[in-house]
């Protein structure tokens, strides 16, 4: 044995011989660090092993222990360090595996501890270890069956395996089948040293029973094992406030938070305690920490006692933890499912979560239960009115009204329905109707002021607004709000006016102050915009509004650096603000940082709250950054979140074809299309895509099949003449481009008309309708370049010429008018306009073949062959198959009586589909000759 470890571990053993004074100290340390973990003496255990690690920070089996002490203590993520620290100095891998899992699963890192375990082993007790860990990630994550499934298998490889026996009784737990737990927990409890994990089940199963004393029982049992055992601490508050022993079950709860500050199960509990005993003293602050907290709390605390649930629910909602707050009212419906105030409670916090989909359906099963309750038809109605799905919203709207005539909230929300629908005249009958019932004033005089100016009736709408800012002179925000309607009436100055009303009300009025910012920078006067939003700033240093406002000015003025430094901190402070998150992104990309942007966004979704909005902003970003898949899938997780799968998949398509992924695209936009069979937006590009392809005739089929049940748009008619003109169908070519400009004119189809007069020999035409079109748009590119193209085909060169040199004055930064105009130049013989010129292209673009390809063909014409040959070399090492460039080439090497290179050029040339191969073919005959 000795010697086989000496052939493996030679340098160790060499270091442990001059070292053997310091391993012994440190031999004993480790072993009274190891006696105090097994006596649950988790400070003292720790207080050794640190000993170790100041003096032998490279101690392996020290680094090993200090995680297994961190991980009885609770501090999953210490331990995970300590853990990757053993792991670089070669510890045994098997060994790490089950820690690291430990380690995931209780930071709730239930899917990476999935795919970190392997699910096969070729040992029997690893492999029962392994199946318990993957048991408990799946229990973790809700999925009962699969983690059940996990157990049995562990206890087939280890059929004495308690930890694999109490996740099936945990698993009983869940499906409310506390008999057959308590049987399976009896079990483990009947052998060797029963684990206090146990007995704290056995407390849980006794505490659903109702037993109370008998779960009190079972717990004094977990504590004799490890008094500071912080789940036993947890279950003796609990089951002592149901005894209504509240002293001692704070006393329990303090006990936990003396070892663990602000732990949120003893912050929960001591919250409760408050409740219980009716005292207000101190109840603030404490439901405050457990807002904060409450987040990470586990489940199995508050199992036993559906209430709970209820009750914490309640908590957040008003602490506006809403997520937190759904998860809760869930699991208090698993239970309960048809309490009516539970299921109002959940939609209400779907509909500000905007979530009206999943609101539907909960305020559709409490309108099962109790069918003339007017607050779920109003909710209902409202949720429908959400969805646009107007007729459903009307519906239930109306049954309001009829069950309760004279409520004035019903008018309102009626109103609201018929402004939604378009039908303005409508609403201000109803909230008429609210007004003289005295309903809300401000609510019905808002309603009132949009649905007059909805309807045309501009004046009466300023009236009733200024009538509201009249009567209540001291409210900033209707002053504000009058200083809108001015403001989109066109009426600036009285605009301006209000909002600084609202502000001599309020100094530090946030919606004014942007408001007035907003007129500042639309007047050219952007540094008086920013000095006013910091102004304000300073006041009110946290206001979001204010600083998104100010942020979003930094954008606007090139200055996102500064954008990103405003926000970052805000940010920090409160994460989970979505507001603050999207303009922070957009000042990361502005500020070059996609992968910082990418990051932020990433994190957010992951740990707060999931919106469609988010996810189609991250499939930007990874659009942007080129990862075609990440955007595809954020696109699809937008979908699951009810987004509109007409419009994300036509996204999708246009994702896929970005990248050249056609099969890809042509699929996404059918999905598309399934979805949403009415918009022309998928047919358009799928067609466009066919066409691109090549496929014209698939393009033009479905444009057709398309036709039959829908007036075609525009856009879409122009594409069905794109089609035939490339299938050279000229006749229904034209047919279909002069009645796209019978709709809407524009340069591409006045462009299309004039290819098709060209294929035709219809040159005058062409001509005319080309001239015709500019007089109108004389700045035109695309006009101006067909025009030029027509001339230089007809090889009308200076016609061609004064049209390029009107376009490089407007468009002095484009690469391809540059070459084009030093093309024209050059068959003008003007060489040194038509060397500026292309070398200016090649300033802008470097590399371009196509300007390489020019510069060298004027060089050719001045007879500097040397100068011209490395640049046409180079335009052909980019682009290998343009014949041009070899004609250029071959005559070029031709020039400096390099003649066998040049022939075998040319005769690259001849054979492929050079529009002027037959010149290049009477060249070639000459040369053999």
Known sequence: ?????????????????????????????????????????????????????KTSPEHLASNILIAEILLAHGSASAAEAALTKAASLGANKKQLRLLFAESY?????????????????????????????????????????????????????????????????????????????????DEVLSGYIPPIKAWNLKASIQQSLGNNELALNAINQALLIDKKNIQSLIFASTINTELQH?????????????????????????????????ENTGFDSSIEKVAQVLDHLSEDVLQSNPSYYYLASIILFHQQKYEAARQYIDDYLFIDENNI?????????????????????????????????????????????????????????????????????????????YLATGMPEKAIKH?????????????????????????GEMNKGISVAKNLAENMPDNANIQHHLGYIYQISGEIEKAKHQFEQALIIEPNHAKSIISLANLDYQKGNADIAINRLKAALIISANDIDLITALAKLYNRTDNSAASVILLEEPFKLDTKNEELLK????????????????????????????????????????????????????????????????????????????????????????????????????????????????DTDSAIKLIKSFEVNHQLSAQLVEVLANSYLRINQYKLAEIYYKKRIKLASNDSSVVGLNLIYRATKRTSKAVDLLTKSLNDRPNSLLLNTALAELYIDQSQWINADKIYQTLVQLYPKQPAILNNASYVALNISDYPRAEALVKRSLALVDNQPDSLDTLGWVYYHTKEFNKALPLFRKALAINNSNPAVKYHLALTLKALNRDKEAIKLMVDVVNSDYSEKADADVLLKQWLK
């Open 1 to 53: 044995m000795l010697d086989r470890n000496l052939k493996a571990y030679p340098y160790i053993f060499l270091l442990l011989i001059s070292s053997s004074l310091a391993a012994s100290q440190e031999d004993k340390l480790y072993e009274e660090a190891r006696s105090a973990l097994n006596d649950n003496q988790y400070d003292e255990a720790l207080i050794h092993v640190k000993n170790i690690l």
């Open 583 to 694: 303009n922070l992104i957009v000042s990361y990309v502005g500020d070059k940082q996609l992968m910082l942007a990418i990051e932020t966004l990433n994190t957010y979704l992951l740990n707060q709250r999931k919106t469609v909005e988010l996810y189609l902003m991250l499939a930007s970003l990874q659009i942007m950054n080129s990862d075609v898949n990440s955007a595809v899938s954020a696109y699809k997780s937008a979908i699951k979140q009810d987004g509109d799968k007409g419009t994300i998949y036509l996204l999708i398509a246009h994702a896929y074809q970005r990248f050249s992924k056609v099969p890809e695209a042509i699929t996404a936009y059918k999905k598309s299309m399934a979805w949403d069979g009415d918009n022309d937006k998928a047919i358009i590009g799928l067609a466009q895509l066919y066409n691109a392809e090549n």
């Open 431 to 455: 909230l008429l109707t609210a007004s003289a019932a005295e309903y809300d004033p401000i609510v019905v005089g808002l309603l009132l002021v949009e649905s007059y100016i909805k309807s």
């Open 105 to 185: 699963i209780m930071q709730g890192q239930y899917n990476k501890t999935l795919d970190y375990l392997p699910e096969q082993t070729n040992d029997d007790k690893l492999a029962a270890k392994i199946y318990v860990l993957r048991g408990d990630a799946h229990l973790g994550l809700r999925q009962l069956k699969l983690s059940q499934n996990d157990y049995n298998t562990a206890l087939t490889f280890d059929a004495k395996n308690i930890d694999a026996k109490l996740g099936l009784a945990q698993i009983a737990v869940n499906y409310f089948q506390f008999r057959q737990a308590e049987k399976l927990v």
């Open 341 to 417: 105030n539970a299921l109002i409670l959940a939609a209400t916090i779907e509909l500000l979560e905007e979530k009206p989909m999943q609101a539907k359906a909960l305020l559709s099963r409490a309108n099962f239960l109790d069918p003339n309750n007017p607050k779920i038809l109003s909710m209902l109605g409202m949720t429908y009115l959400e969805l646009k799905q107007y007729e459903k919203a009307h519906f239930h709207l109306a049954k309001v009204k009829e069950l309760q005539p004279n409520l004035g909230i019903a008018d309102t929300q009626l109103a609201q329905s």
């Open 246 to 278: 509240f002293e001692l079950a704070e006393q329990y709860a303090d006990t936990v938070l003396e070892r663990v500050p602000n732990e949120p199960k003893a912050e929960f509990l001591k919250a409760m305690v408050q409740i219980r005993k009716n």
